[in-house]
């Protein structure tokens, strides 16, 4: 009988422990104030469909941001160069309950930095990195540079793009495949095909959105020396 009791106060503990946010770590190539935009753009659509996004904002220079459906946080000075997995979730943790859009604590933080910096931040905290890409110029090759960074520095193997000026899902899927390849063949890395922000309609992104999404540890893992 005691054991019965037991697990039931366990089962309700876990029913009514706060939840952790989920995570949507993104990966700018550029950090430009079109790759902003296209993370605002994905914070509008979690909100839309009812998620509590939070925008950390690590990219720097950032201007006065106009009235939004989420809450935003000019994080890149909180978080300096050198941060760690560790002080990104301890970070996130002090961040949680105490930073609200009107409607409620946040329940997703969307992470948008330098994707080496990001894989710094996120590393054992994450299992996959979403990069908001460019098709065009070095656009493709830069991405590319910035995967193999990451994977040697921090062993990610999972990715998914969102390429900003492909102009439609068929330019972008083009893009995308010659990425995927190549990461394939040489570092055996993963690349989800996540679409061309121009050519994605409001239900579509926001359900992509939410697809993106992973649970948070408040801890990361330990890396293995």
């Given at each position: 009988?005691?054991?019965?009791?037991?697990?039931?106060?366990?089962?309700?503990?876990?029913?009514?422990r706060?939840?952790?946010p989920?995570?949507?770590?993104?990966?700018?190539?550029?950090?430009?104030?079109?790759?902003?935009?296209?993370?605002?753009?994905?914070?509008?659509?979690?909100?839309?469909?009812?998620?509590?996004?939070?925008?950390?904002?690590?990219?720097?220079?950032?201007?006065?941001?106009?009235?939004?459906?989420?809450?935003?946080?000019?994080a890149?000075?909180?978080?300096?160069?050198?941060?760690?997995?560790?002080?990104?979730?301890?970070?996130?943790?002090?961040?949680?309950?105490?930073?609200?859009?009107?409607?409620?604590?946040?329940?997703?933080?969307?992470?948008?930095?330098?994707?080496?910096?990001?894989?710094?931040?996120?590393?054992?905290l994450?299992?996959?990195?979403?990069?908001?890409?460019?098709?065009?110029?070095?656009?493709?090759?830069?991405?590319?540079?910035?995967?193999k960074?990451?994977?040697?520095?921090h062993?990610?193997?999972?990715?998914?793009?969102?390429?900003?000026?492909?102009?439609?899902?068929?330019?972008?899927l083009?893009?995308?495949?010659?990425?995927?390849?190549?990461?394939?063949?040489?570092?055996?890395?993963?690349?989800?095909?996540?679409?061309?922000?121009?050519?994605?309609?409001?239900?579509?992104?926001?359900g992509?959105?939410?697809?993106?999404?992973?649970?948070?540890?408040?801890?990361?893992?330990?890396?293995?020396?």
């Amino acid at each position: 009988m005691f054991e019965v009791a037991r697990d039931q106060a366990a089962g309700l503990r876990r029913l009514f422990r706060p939840q952790q946010p989920s995570l949507l770590p993104l990966g700018c190539t550029v950090g430009d104030a079109a790759e902003r935009a296209g993370v605002e753009a994905i914070a509008n659509a979690l909100a839309r469909a009812g998620r509590r996004p939070l925008f950390v904002d690590l990219l720097g220079r950032a201007n006065r941001a106009p009235p939004s459906s989420f809450a935003r946080i000019d994080a890149d000075a909180l978080l300096p160069e050198g941060a760690q997995a560790r002080d990104f979730a301890r970070f996130v943790e002090s961040l949680a309950g105490s930073v609200s859009d009107g409607r409620g604590a946040f329940d997703v933080a969307l992470v948008a930095a330098d994707p080496l910096r990001l894989a710094d931040l996120t590393a054992g905290l994450a299992e996959r990195i979403v990069l908001v890409a460019r098709t065009r110029g070095d656009g493709l090759a830069r991405t590319y540079s910035q995967i193999k960074a990451m994977h040697l520095a921090h062993g990610f193997r999972a990715y998914c793009t969102v390429f900003l000026d492909a102009g439609s899902r068929a330019a972008a899927l083009a893009s995308h495949r010659r990425l995927a390849d190549t990461a394939a063949r040489f570092l055996g890395a993963a690349i989800e095909f996540g679409g061309a922000h121009d050519a994605i309609d409001a239900e579509r992104f926001a359900g992509d959105a939410l697809r993106w999404l992973q649970p948070i540890a408040v801890r990361p893992r330990a890396r293995a020396h």
